[in-house]
């Protein structure tokens, strides 16, 4: 009880420093692992198993990431509801939001298991393998797809600990997670031998793990609230995922860019062109990861007072993240105009290489977008913790599809392929105009007054 006051303090009346230190600063830590083991997987698979592997697994990862595009609506917008409900002092209907998710959860993750291991060729041929990768796509599928429950189930247990006000824990829970994924691929695809299927099976085993060490909180009856003490409400489930729902939206729009930016550097360029966004691309992940774990962390914090009714509270956590991430904006943008070669490099054996020039010369321009993204994705998220879902989609779909889709479609016939790097920080900059007279509008309709 006495931990469940503090946090209360906390939340309501410590300096916003303190409280987005202890919100946000784990929230960044988790998502920073998250691209360590992502590039870690990337060079593991790529290295040892060859290129085909490489492509077999990049295959199937858009069927996985439709998955936890799912798991992120149910996940965040139930995160956002719980946290509303405790600060309006309704805790049994904060316990049943959060028992709905995860009833939601479940369902969603079995019906998603069966359909993948009845249609798995089928729907591998579908997203593109050829007899070629085949074997190795298939492989990867059959090893992850057993563990869809256990994995989308980590997922959401780290959302509802964030909810109650457990950050630290989660983590601590979730970079195990990710250090226990890189030792196992190490281990199953170096040690002994297993291929793509080594390499998705450490990824199920170490989020199970992950999920017997948070699910000790989330799943004790002792604690305030536990994922089975709980009723089911489909009209909480309806909430949580409408709430939710631009987070899955963001997730599908990053998607859908690529495979667009993709298709018109093969046109323009050839496969040096593609070599070279990937690259691009994977500084952008890591640059991206930062300004979510900040937003994602503050979205509990955001929620209790809203609900509490702590607008002023509210206004001043969001103006401080950001600052927070237009600092961090700054800061990468000058990193990466002085010393882009170098980070380039990483990517590429040789700098002498034609898709090591392309990638220098499209990053110096692409690098106007970490001035901006961040506060787009930050105010996308304050949408999603104040529940006004309709301008979070907004703002989604349009930084992420319409503006990037309008730009790469006209810019290249007048400059390029120049055109093509300043889609993306041209669309980030007009979806900020239309965020900045959302938020205006929020919070005229929500407290009373403007920005």
């Given at each position: 009880m006495k931990s469940n006051l503090d946090n209360k303090h906390l939340l309501e009346h410590a300096?916003?420093?303190?409280?987005?230190?202890?919100?946000?600063?784990?929230?960044?830590?988790?998502?920073?692992?998250?691209?360590?083991?992502?590039?870690?997987?990337?060079?593991?698979?790529?290295?040892?198993?060859?290129?085909?592997?490489?492509?077999?697994?990049?295959?199937?990862?858009?069927?996985?990431?439709?998955?936890?595009?799912?798991?992120?609506?149910?996940?965040?917008?139930?995160?956002?509801?719980?946290?509303?409900?405790?600060?309006?002092?309704?805790?049994?209907?904060?316990?049943?939001?959060?028992?709905?998710?995860?009833?939601?959860?479940?369902g969603i993750s079995l019906?998603?298991?069966?359909?993948?291991?009845l249609f798995g060729e089928p729907l591998t041929r579908l997203m593109g393998a050829d007899e070629?990768?085949?074997?190795?796509?298939?492989?990867?599928?059959?090893?992850?797809?057993?563990f869809i429950l256990p994995l989308s189930l980590c997922f959401y247990s780290d959302a509802m600990l964030k909810a109650l006000g457990h950050p630290k824990f989660s983590m601590v829970?979730?970079?195990?997670?990710?250090?226990?994924?890189?030792?196992?691929?190490?281990?199953?695809?170096?040690?002994?031998?297993?291929?793509?299927?080594?390499?998705?099976?450490?990824?199920?085993v170490a989020f199970t793990i992950g999920l017997l060490i948070s699910g000790s909180m989330t799943f004790n009856p002792r604690q305030r609230l536990s994922m089975l003490k709980g009723r089911f409400h489909l009209p909480l489930l309806r909430q949580a995922a409408y709430n939710g729902s631009s987070e899955?939206?963001?997730?599908?729009?990053?998607?859908?860019?690529?495979?667009?930016?993709?298709?018109?550097?093969?046109?323009?360029?050839?496969?040096?062109?593609?070599?070279?966004f990937t690259a691009i691309n994977y500084i952008n992940l890591i640059g991206v990861l930062l300004f979510l774990g900040i937003s994602?962390?503050?979205?509990?914090?955001?929620?209790?007072?809203?609900?509490?009714?702590?607008?002023?509270?509210?206004?001043?956590?969001?103006?401080?993240?950001?600052?927070?991430n237009m600092s961090i904006g700054a800061m990468v943008f000058v990193i990466l105009q002085v010393f882009g070669s170098h980070v380039i490099l990483l990517f590429f054996d040789s700098d002498e290489s034609q898709a090591f020039q392309i990638a220098i010369d499209g990053l110096y321009l692409f690098a106007f977008v970490f001035l901006i993204n961040g506060l787009n994705v930050l105010i996308i998220t304050y949408f999603t913790a104040l529940g006004e879902a309709k301008n979070s989609l907004i703002v989604s779909v349009l930084r992420g599809l319409v503006f990037v889709l309008i730009g790469v479609t006209v810019l290249p016939i007048f400059i390029g392929i120049d055109?093509?790097?300043?889609?993306?920080?041209?669309?980030?900059?007009?979806?900020?105009?239309?965020?900045l007279l959302l938020v205006h509008g929020t919070h005229k309709k929500l407290f009373g007054h403007h920005i």
């Open positions: 300096p916003v420093s303190r409280v987005f230190l202890k919100y946000a600063l784990p929230s960044v830590v988790t998502m920073v692992f998250f691209g360590v083991q992502s590039l870690v997987d990337g060079v593991v698979v790529g290295n040892h198993l060859g290129p085909d592997a490489l492509g077999g697994v990049n295959i199937i990862l858009p069927l996985f990431s439709i998955i936890m595009v799912l798991a992120l609506i149910v996940g965040i917008g139930s995160q956002a509801l719980v946290s509303m409900e405790l600060g309006r002092k309704n805790p049994d209907r904060a316990q049943d939001a959060m028992s709905t998710g995860f009833y939601a959860m479940v019906i998603t298991t069966v359909l993948l291991l070629r990768l085949l074997p190795f796509s298939l492989a990867y599928l059959k090893g992850l797809a057993p829970i979730m970079s195990l997670t990710i250090v226990i994924n890189v030792l196992l691929s190490l281990y199953f695809v170096i040690g002994l031998d297993w291929g793509t299927a080594g390499a998705s099976v450490a990824t199920g899955g939206v963001s997730e599908m729009a990053a998607a859908t860019s690529i495979l667009i930016i993709n298709l018109t550097v093969v046109r323009l360029l050839g496969a040096d062109g593609v070599a070279a994602d962390g503050l979205i509990p914090v955001l929620s209790y007072n809203y609900g509490a009714g702590h607008h002023e509270r509210v206004k001043r956590l969001f103006h401080f993240a950001m600052a927070v055109g093509v790097w300043v889609a993306i920080p041209l669309a980030e900059l007009l979806a900020l105009g239309v965020a």
